[in-house]
Structure formats: structure tokens, C-alpha cells
């Protein structure tokens, strides 16, 4: 999963670099999309360190998976700032739409399923599960709102729909 988040990093860097120096002036890049690839690499090689020694420890995953997710949002944005700076290409629809959502699981898991899971990876007791079950609830049902969401409105992850 490391080596998955490192190449959409790498990829989403080289777009992003072509977009800005194709651009002269306005690439379409947000300063806040910056953090993209430091929160994938961040979360990914932080899960890499736990799945090394822990390799069931589900900090590990949860921690490769936003990896992943940080890394797919940054890879699309470069794709996109990449595509609006070549003359006579069209981002597709297809791309544009994570962009809606991705920065939702990104900025909520960590304040509710890793802080529910702390530190053993386990909830603390069979009591919690209602808890655990709202939290992933509330998480899939934000991520389904975003993604659905008819009006435009500018993402926390920079990109506007």
C-alpha cells in the first residue's frame, strides 16, 4: 500500500508540475492542496511502520488506507489542474467527482475510528459498539452526501465542484 500511495504521489506531482509551468499564470492549484501529498506519505508510511512490527493491528490498515486515500485526492487534483492547462483536453466528468468526496474520509477517520480504536485497535469494550456503529454510520453518510450533493460548493480538499 506504501509503494501504491508513493507512485499516485509521484504521478500527481509530475501533473501537477506540468500544470504550473504550462500555465504562465494561474495553474488552478489551491495552496491548501499542498498537504495532499504530505498526509499520504504521512499516514501511508505511518501504516507501513505499524503493519512491520503489527502486521493485524488494524491501526496499520486504517492508517495505509487514508495513505491511499490522500494519495488518489492529490493524484486527482494534479490530473485535473494538469488537463484544465493543455489546450483542447476536457477533465472528465468521471475525474471531477472524488473530488467531491475523498476529503471526507480523510478528515474524519482520524477523529473518529482511530479515536475509538485507540490504542489496542480493539473498542474498549463490547459497550462502545453502538458508538463504533454510529461513527461508521455517520462516516458513510457524509461520504454519500458529498457525493451526491447537487450544489456546488467549494471541498476542504481544495477543489472546487
Given amino acids: 500500500m506504501f509503494g501504491a500511495s508513493v507512485a499516485m ?25 499542498a498537504i495532499l ?7 501511508a508510511g505511518l501504516g507501513a511502520l505499524v503493519r ?10 486504517i492508517l495505509a488506507g487514508l ?3 490522500a494519495s488518489m485526492e492529490f493524484l486527482d487534483v494534479g490530473y485535473l489542474a494538469y488537463v484544465s492547462q493543455t489546450a483542447g483536453l476536457q477533465p472528465l466528468d468521471l475525474a471531477v467527482w ?10 474524519l477517520v482520524p477523529i473518529t475510528v482511530l479515536v475509538l480504536l485507540f490504542p489496542t485497535g480493539r473498542l474498549p469494550s ?18 454519500v452526501s458529498f457525493a451526491f450533493s447537487p450544489e456546488p460548493s467549494e471541498s476542504p480538499g481544495g477543489g472546487s465542484r
Fill in 9 to 33: 504521489i509521484g504521478a500527481g506531482t509530475v501533473l501537477a508540475v506540468l500544470a504550473v509551468s504550462g500555465a504562465g499564470g494561474d495553474s488552478g492549484l489551491k495552496a491548501g492542496q
Fill in 37 to 43: 501529498p504530505l498526509s499520504g506519505l504521512m499516514y
Fill in 52 to 61: 512491520s512490527s503489527h502486521p493485524r493491528h488494524r491501526f496499520g490498515w
Fill in 67 to 69: 495513505g491511499l486515500v
Fill in 98 to 107: 472524488p473530488l467531491f468526496w475523498l476529503h471526507v474520509p480523510r478528515l
Fill in 126 to 143: 463490547r459497550r462502545w459498539r453502538p458508538a463504533g456503529w454510529a461513527a461508521g454510520l455517520a462516516l458513510l453518510l457524509a461520504v
